[in-house]
């Protein structure tokens, strides 16, 4: 299965003009449970993180993908229902997020094995044409990062 990953949705671009805390975010394949495949995947963005109060707005560059909450150290977001057509057919899909964050790169909050960020993304098909990929299946990324700085 080709994964509907962010970085396949979203341009992968930096803008320090855009407000937020900022993390270089690694991403690795965890679990395939679309097609029973393995979850080989990695890659690298960098994301944005806006803070209003306990309400927070995820971004890669300009490109925001998923609000959320914050509570201590922890946040967790979701998406919006993302389509994109494969082989001819279209598979609708939504991102589910949390993560251990360390926000300024202090002592405060320690995610551990020395990140910043230590969280899970899971893609869910909300929908599918394809008769290979069931509505339901989830395909799960491990996230890690370091954090890189806040831009007022």
Same mark, same amino acid.
């Given at each position: 299965? *080709? =994964?509907? $990953?962010?970085?396949?949705?979203? =341009?992968? +671009?930096?803008?320090?003009? $855009?407000?937020?805390?900022?993390?270089?975010? #690694?991403?690795?394949?965890?679990?395939?449970?679309? &097609? /029973?495949?393995?979850?080989?995947?990695?890659?690298? $963005?960098?994301? *944005?993180? =806006?803070? %209003? /109060?306990?309400?927070?707005?995820? #971004?890669?560059? &300009?490109?925001?993908?998923? &609000?959320?909450?914050?509570?201590? +150290?922890?946040?967790?977001?979701?998406? =919006?229902?993302?389509? %994109?057509?494969?082989?001819?057919?279209?598979? *609708?899909?939504?991102?589910?997020?949390?993560? &251990? @964050?360390?926000?300024?790169?202090?002592?405060? +909050?320690?995610?551990?094995?020395?990140?910043?960020?230590?969280?899970?993304?899971?893609?869910? @098909?909300?929908?599918?044409?394809?008769?290979?990929?069931?509505? /339901? +299946?989830?395909?799960?990324?491990?996230?890690?990062?370091?954090?890189?700085?806040?831009?007022?």
């Amino acid at each position: 299965m *080709r =994964v509907p $990953l962010l970085a396949l949705v979203l =341009v992968g +671009c930096t803008n320090a003009d $855009l407000k937020g805390h900022y993390w270089n975010i #690694a991403i690795q394949g965890d679990a395939d449970e679309c &097609t /029973g495949g393995n979850a080989q995947y990695n890659d690298k $963005l960098e994301y *944005r993180v =806006v803070f %209003d /109060g306990n309400d927070i707005t995820m #971004a890669v560059a &300009t490109d925001e993908f998923a &609000t959320g909450s914050t509570n201590g +150290c922890s946040i967790v977001y979701e998406s =919006v229902i993302w389509e %994109d057509t494969r082989e001819g057919f279209d598979i *609708r899909w939504q991102i589910q997020g949390s993560a &251990t @964050v360390n926000v300024g790169g202090g002592k405060s +909050c320690q995610p551990g094995n020395g990140t910043d960020w230590d969280g899970t993304e899971t893609f869910e @098909v909300v929908s599918s044409e394809d008769p290979d990929i069931s509505p /339901g +299946c989830q395909y799960t990324l491990k996230l890690s990062g370091k954090y890189v700085e806040e831009v007022k």
